[in-house]
């Protein structure tokens, strides 16, 4: 099982290739590769500004797709919890989609590119969303879950 | 259509990288996220290293492009003005770990999945964009 094991290597690699993306954006139009800011923005944002917006929504879809097709039998794994599946699914990316909006970011805006340019904002952020999602995993697994 | 393009690129890599990584597997982010099952030896350490990886390259990537005093298709950087670490990061922060530790996806991985996953991933994907609109009418009345 490849993709669930731990692979060092992939993770790294794939890593870099997140940051590299973030510093293609920055460095060629400029802006933050953050994706919630970028979305929220292509939906209710500057009309001048949602081409490039769709243009890198889409770009992630399709780069997606074809590094799934390369390696081969990529499916990603939803394990529902103890509230089942889509309600699970569906309050996850409600409280997703709000919470990324109110606080200005997500794990590209403020983990990655943030904390790139040592932004004490991006790095409360992170190390919040990091906490409230562990805590969120320790209750559904082992509390409510055990 | 130069800026299209390298945003198009830029995309394509990022959506690449998050496949790869793992990032795209709520499977194996939910596994980064149990804390609690390192006693059991099935902590899975990958997302510290994808998030290295990733500061490896943008740190001297980011350095790099201000040095060069603007961006190359473009007037200025755009950077966020905000600094102040206020109500709204905090809270907003809080309320997407919990959405992020319920499904184990955030916004790169839920577009990212989009091909490669049936219904489940459209559900979160409509959900989240659900979820970016009703932000949109709460801020504005606020």
Known sequence: MYWTAFDPRAALIGGMLIGLAAVMLFLRIGRIAGVSGILGNALTGAAADRPWRIAFLAGIVLGAYAMARSIGGFTPIFSPGPFGDWPQLVAAGLLVGFGTRLGAGCTSGHGICGLARFSKRSLVATLLFMASAIVTVFVLRHVIGA | ?142
């Open chain 2, 1 to 142: 259509m130069l800026r299209l393009i390298s945003a198009l690129v830029a995309g394509v890599v990022l959506g690449a990288g998050l496949v790869l990584s793992g990032m795209a597997n709520p499977q194996k982010v939910l596994a980064f996220l149990d804390l609690a099952s390192f006693a059991q030896g099935g902590w899975d350490p990958s997302l510290a290293l994808v998030m290295a990886g990733g500061l490896l390259v943008a740190v001297p990537g980011f350095a790099y492009a201000r040095s060069r005093g603007k961006p190359a298709l473009a007037d200025s950087f755009d950077l966020p003005s905000a600094t102040a670490i206020d109500g709204r990061l905090v809270l907003g922060s809080l309320v997407f770990g919990i959405g992020w530790g319920l499904a184990g996806i955030c916004p790169g991985p839920a577009l990212a999945i989009l091909s490669l996953d049936g219904h489940q991933a459209f559900t979160f994907f409509g959900a989240m964009v659900a979820g970016m609109l009703i932000f949109h009418l709460w801020s504005r009345r606020a």
